[in-house]
């Protein structure tokens, strides 16, 4: 048997090793991602499927193609259990690598966190789905890019799809709505903007939070039971979801009537509550399942040789692990387009910065990237750092889930212009210079 004092030997020198190699500098033919990963804690469902699907993204592009016109890709994981401090330090650590390309936390309250710093240090943040929404707008905000949803549009796409139950938006005057929200930055980041829809459709709001983690929701589903609200927006993360569904379940509330936002649309979040989660509806920006193309290339490219993520098979093609792939796609084309101006190379983080700002991706490049269906479109600007906002509903039934609506654009006639509001405020406050399209085509090499 081996001696405690030889594993501490073998310990100590793994950790040296460890701290070493990442003080290195990256190799000039390879791009870095620094993951503030979260594998552990009460939201690891998520940060395990969407990471893991992000490294075997990377992975195929890697193992297929050797990188991206010759660059490879390298990361490194740093645990954050999804809290900020921790985040923070992952950040202060993992930025003395050189070449990076982009952050992708995946967490509203790091990212918060990391948004003056990613303005002094020029690499983008990128916060798929999540995030500050006036960071939408680059003329503010030229390092911070929500791609393919920000709260606010997804607030509006889930009041249009609401409406279309109704016979449209008229419909929905004197209905009840509730909004069951994670007590966290995240889960206020939208108090605003339902309050506003309410008051310009007519339905009146009730707004109740779930302290974090979400594990005891008793008292506030019998106010909701009071309430008798027509519907119930679950705006939860983690292990708030199921309970929410078990608990509505125990109060006599319908799952029909109960929609779930973009962080409450996965199979962890419904298969542990059974069936309490039959017919229950949720937002999504892209699609579940393993039958699309570039799910099956990375079954075959990188799990059937041994070298996936994702330690159970069966979450492959999972809404949390496509989130991942579709992440990875945004992340890899904006480096490819990227390089079309600066060079098959290595790339600093403006010049990432530039190709994100350039990210188009229509339906036929879509379908050419293997990933046809899985989400419909991206067209980023300089000043428009999601995207459309496309978004498609899907309804549990028990086992799988299954898509219940046609891609829905959110109201941007509405959104634009209180986005602009609060980013040239933020301006403002912190004497920041609103960028011109002539000043975001200027690069730092």
């Known amino acids: 048997m081996t001696s405690l004092k030889t594993l501490l030997r073998t310990a100590a020198a793994g ?29 690891a469902a998520g940060g395990t499927g969407f990471f893991g699907g992000f490294i075997d993204y990377m992975n195929l ?17 740093c645990e954050t259990q999804y809290e900020v401090e921790r985040g923070v330090e992952c950040y202060e650590r993992q930025k003395s690598r050189a070449n990076a390309a982009a952050w992708n936390p995946l967490s509203v309250g790091i990212a918060y966190a990391m948004i003056d710093r990613i303005a002094t240090d020029k690499v983008p943040l990128i916060t798929v789905n999540h995030g500050r929404t006036d960071s939408t707008d680059g003329r503010v905000f030229p390092y911070v890019f929500p791609l393919l949803l920000n709260p606010y549009s997804e ?3 889930i009041v249009n799809y609401l409406a279309s ?36 459709y007519g339905f009146t709001v009730q707004q109740i939070e ?20 027509d519907y119930v927006v679950l705006r939860g993360w983690g292990v708030m979801n199921p309970v929410a569904l078990k608990t509505a379940q125990k ?20 298969i542990p509550a059974g069936d309490a989660a039959i017919g229950y509806t949720a937002i999504t920006t892209q699609a579940s399942g393993a039958d699309y193309p570039i799910v099956k290339e990375i ?12 330690e159970d098979k069966k979450r492959i093609g999972s ?3 496509n989130l991942g792939i579709v992440n990875g796609i945004l992340n890899v084309e904006a480096i490819r387009i990227a390089q079309e101006k600066f060079g098959k190379r290595t790339l600093t983080g403006d010049e990432v910065r530039w190709g994100f700002e350039h990210l188009k991706l229509d339906e036929a490049k879509v379908a050419a990237l293997g990933a046809k269906d899985l989400f419909h479109s991206i067209n980023v600007s300089w000043d428009n750092h999601e995207g459309e906002g496309y978004v498609t509903f899907q309804q549990w039934d028990g086992k799988k889930w299954n898509v219940v609506s046609d891609w829905i654009a959110p109201d941007w006639k509405l959104l634009r212009p209180i986005i602009e509001k609060s980013s040239e405020a933020y301006a403002k406050e912190k004497n920041i210079k609103i960028r011109t399209s002539a000043e975001a085509e200027n690069v730092l090499n």
């Open 15 to 43: 950790l040296v090793f460890s701290i070493a190699a990442a003080a290195l500098p990256a190799q000039a033919d390879e791009q870095y991602f620094p993951l503030q990963s979260y594998r552990v804690g009460p939201y």
């Open 61 to 77: 592009i890697n193992t297929r193609d050797g990188g991206v016109n010759g660059v490879k890709l390298t990361w490194d994981e």
């Open 155 to 157: 607030t509006s796409g």
């Open 165 to 200: 139950k109704e016979g449209g938006l008229e419909g929905l005057k004197g209905k009840k709505i509730v909004v069951l929200y994670h007590g966290s930055p995240y889960g206020k980041e939208t108090i605003p903007i339902y309050d506003l829809l309410a008051e310009k």
């Open 210 to 229: 779930v302290p974090h983690p979400g594990n005891e929701q008793q008292s506030q589903w019998l106010t909701i039971r009071r309430a008798k609200p």
């Open 251 to 270: 109060v006599g509330f319908p799952a029909t009537k109960i929609v779930g936002n973009v962080w409450s649309n996965s199979e962890e979040d419904v």
């Open 299 to 310: 079954v075959a490219s990188i799990y059937d040789k041994g070298l996936g993520n994702l």
């Open 319 to 321: 809404v949390y692990h």
